[in-house]
C-alpha cells in the first residue's frame, strides 16, 4: 500500500505522550522483567482462575447484559442448547443433538436426561421456552432482542404488535425443544450459542425479579454459579455441582476482576495476581513478546473497531460529505503500526475479512497516496459547510477502559491536523456511556466496538438496521435494511453474496461510522493454565482449562 512520506506532528505529539505515560506506569527499565508464576492453588488442592476483565458488567441478567465483560461471566454462569467450539464450530451444549427440517424452518432439540440447574432441578425444555419469551418480550428491554428475530413471531412480540405467549418455540416433552422460523436463515443455530438465548430459572426470576442474579439467589445451569460479587473489585463463581459434565470440570472457582487501566492489568499479571490479562499496553507489547512470547497470544478476532456518527442530529444528520471527510482524514496505518502497535489489520469495510467465506467491500480510497486522501477529505469538509473561519465542533465521547482513549485522542489530533476540526473527548464510565449510546440523545461521535456474534457478515450487517435496538448510529436507509433482510433469509451462495455486498455497499457509501480496524486480542496467559486455544470469537469457557503445579517464579 503506497503511503505518504511523513508522521504528522500532532500524532507524533500524542505517541510521545503516550509512550512516556505506559513507561513511567511500568518502570521503564524492563531490565529483569517480572513474571511471577504463581497459580491460585490452595492447600486443599482448591484450583482458583483469576481473569482480568475490562470494566464491571451492567447486569449478569443473560437477556439484558451487553457487552464483551458481561458475556466473559455469562458462558461461565449458563449454558444455551449449543456452545461454540475454539475454532467457532457450534457444538453441543445443553442440547447433546437435533434434527433440522427439510425445508429448514424447524429446528428440534433434544436435551440432556442429566443436564441440572445449580440447586439439582433438571433443566427442561420449558425452562427454554419461558426464557426465549422473556427475551423478545418488550418488557425485559433486551439490547439483543433482534438476535432471535428469525423465530416465528418474534419481530411482531418485539414490536408489541403480538404476546410472548406466540413465540415460535414448543415443549414437545419435557426434554425435546422445537424452535420454528418464519423463514430459513443459514445462520440461525449460530445465533442460539449468544448469551441472550441461554436459560434463566424461572422460580428463581419470578421471587427475586431484578436481583436474581446475586448471591444467593442465583440459580444456574453452567458448569459455575454465583458465589460472590462486590462491585467494582471481583466477581467470584464457584462449580456447579450439579453440571452434567461437572466430572471432568478441573478448575474450582473463577474469579474476574474489573481492571479498565491495562497499566495496572499488566502490572497485576506480572506480580502474580492474574492468570489471564485481556489487554495490553501498546507500548508494552515488544517487551513482553521479548520476554514471555510464549505466554503472549495476539488473536485476530471477528470483531470491527470503529467510530460511530449521531445521524439523527446535528452536526451529521443530512450531511454525508462531512461523516466521509472525517473517515478520510484518519490515518488508519498510523493509528495501528504506531499508536496501538498490536498486530491489529486496518479496517475499510464494515465486516472484517475473518469472517468466513465472504470478501468484504471496501472503500476504493484506501489504497490512495495520503496527500490525495487529505486533499479529498478537506474537499468534503469545505463542501458540507465547514472551513477554518468555520470549523467544526463536536464531542467525541468513549468509555472507560480498553483503547476508546487511545484511538479517540489519535483521532482528535489528525481531524485537527488536517480538517482544522475542533473536536472534544468525553469520558464516561462504562455502564453510563452504554446508557447514553444506546438512546442517542446526546452523541455526536462515539467510540464503537462489535464482536460478531457468530461466524457471518449478518452479525455486523443486523446491528445498522433501522429497527435494531444496538443501532446507536440511527441509521435508516431502506435501501440497506432490504438488502440486509433479503440475505438473511437467503441460502449462501451467489445470490446471498451479492445481497449482502449490496448492503455493505449502501452502509459505506451512507457513512454512518468510520471503521478503523479489525479487533485483535491481546491476551497474557501463564503457562501453568493449560487447555487454552485462542478463539477468534472469544468464546472462553473456563471448563476447558485446568491449572497444574508449578513451582513458584521470580
Given amino acids: ?39 491460585a492453588i490452595a492447600a486443599d488442592g482448591t484450583k ?7 470494566t464491571e458488567p451492567g447486569t449478569l441478567d443473560p437477556h439484558q447484559a451487553s457487552g464483551v465483560p458481561a458475556a466473559n461471566v455469562l458462558r461461565d454462569l449458563y449454558e444455551g442448547l449449543v456452545i461454540t467450539a475454539a475454532d467457532g464450530q457450534v457444538v453441543p451444549g445443553v442440547a447433546e443433538s437435533w434434527q433440522i427440517s427439510d425445508d429448514r424452518r424447524t429446528y428440534t432439540f433434544h436435551l440432556r436426561s442429566d443436564a441440572r440447574w445449580s440447586n439439582g432441578a433438571p433443566v427442561t425444555a420449558g425452562d427454554f421456552v419461558y426464557s426465549l419469551r422473556r427475551a423478545v418480550d418488550p418488557a425485559t428491554a433486551s439490547p439483543y432482542a433482534d438476535i432471535h428475530k428469525p423465530i416465528e413471531n418474534a419481530p411482531a412480540i418485539i414490536a408489541g404488535d403480538k404476546t410472548p405467549d406466540t413465540l415460535g418455540v414448543t415443549a414437545l416433552d419435557t426434554h425435546t425443544l422445537e424452535i420454528r422460523l418464519a423463514k430459513p436463515t443459514p445462520y440461525f443455530l449460530q445465533t442460539l450459542t449468544h448469551p441472550s438465548s441461554d436459560p434463566v430459572y424461572e422460580p428463581a426470576v419470578e421471587q427475586w425479579r431484578d436481583s436474581f442474579t446475586q448471591p444467593g439467589h442465583a440459580v444456574t445451569n453452567g458448569a459455575y454459579t454465583m458465589a460472590a460479587w462486590r462491585v467494582n473489585e471481583r466477581i467470584r ?41 485481556v489487554t495490553v499496553p501498546p507500548a508494552d507489547t515488544a517487551r513482553i513478546k521479548r520476554h514471555i512470547p510464549d505466554q503472549y497470544h495476539a488473536v485476530p478476532t471477528i470483531g470491527i473497531a470503529y467510530l460511530g456518527l449521531n445521524v439523527r442530529r446535528a452536526p451529521f444528520a443530512n450531511n454525508r460529505k462531512l461523516r466521509l471527510a472525517l473517515s478520510m482524514a484518519l490515518d488508519r496505518e498510523i493509528i495501528t503500526d504506531k499508536i496501538l502497535r498490536g498486530d491489529q489489520p486496518t479496517l475499510y469495510s464494515a465486516v472484517p475479512d475473518s469472517v468466513r467465506d465472504y470478501s468484504p467491500v471496501e472503500y476504493d480510497w484506501q489504497d490512495w497516496p495520503d496527500d490525495k486522501r487529505q486533499a479529498r477529505a478537506r474537499e468534503l469538509y469545505h463542501e458540507a459547510g465547514y472551513s477554518e473561519e468555520h470549523p467544526l465542533h463536536a464531542e467525541y465521547l468513549y468509555p472507560s477502559g480498553g483503547v476508546g482513549k487511545t484511538l479517540g485522542l489519535v483521532a482528535v489530533a489528525m481531524w485537527r491536523d488536517v480538517l482544522g476540526a475542533n473536536i472534544t473527548p468525553v469520558n464516561q464510565e462504562w455502564k453510563v456511556y452504554l446508557q447514553t449510546a444506546r438512546q442517542g440523545y446526546d452523541t455526536q461521535i462515539f467510540w464503537g466496538g462489535w464482536i460478531g456474534d457468530y461466524d457471518d457478515p449478518n452479525t455486523f450487517f443486523s446491528i445498522f438496521n433501522s429497527e435494531a435496538a444496538l443501532n446507536y448510529t440511527g441509521y435508516d436507509s431502506p435501501a440497506f435494511d432490504a438488502a440486509q433482510e433479503a440475505s438473511s433469509h437467503t441460502p449462501n451462495g451467489v445470490k446471498r453474496t451479492a445481497l449482502m455486498h449490496q448492503a455493505e455497499t449502501q452502509l459505506l457509501h451512507d457513512a454512518p461510522i468510520i471503521p478503523v480496524f479489525v479487533y485483535t486480542y491481546h491476551q497474557l496467559v501463564k503457562p501453568y493454565v493449560t487447555g487454552y486455544a485462542p478463539s477468534a470469537l472469544g468464546n472462553y469457557y473456563t471448563k476447558n482449562f485446568d491449572i497444574r503445579p508449578v513451582e513458584a517464579g521470580r
Fill in 1 to 39: 500500500m503506497h503511503k505518504g512520506g511523513r508522521l504528522r506532528q500532532a500524532a507524533k505529539a500524542i505517541i510521545g505522550v503516550l509512550m512516556l505515560a505506559t513507561a513511567a506506569g511500568c518502570g521503564g527499565d524492563d531490565t529483569g522483567f517480572a513474571n511471577r508464576l504463581t497459580p
Fill in 48 to 54: 482458583t482462575l483469576r481473569y482480568g476483565n475490562q
Fill in 237 to 277: 463463581l464457584k462449580r456447579n455441582t450439579h453440571y452434567w459434565n461437572n466430572a471432568d470440570t478441573a478448575i474450582d472457582q473463577v474469579e474476574f476482576y474489573p481492571i479498565e487501566d491495562s497499566n495496572s492489568e499488566l502490572s497485576r499479571y506480572q506480580a502474580g495476581g492474574l492468570d489471564w490479562a
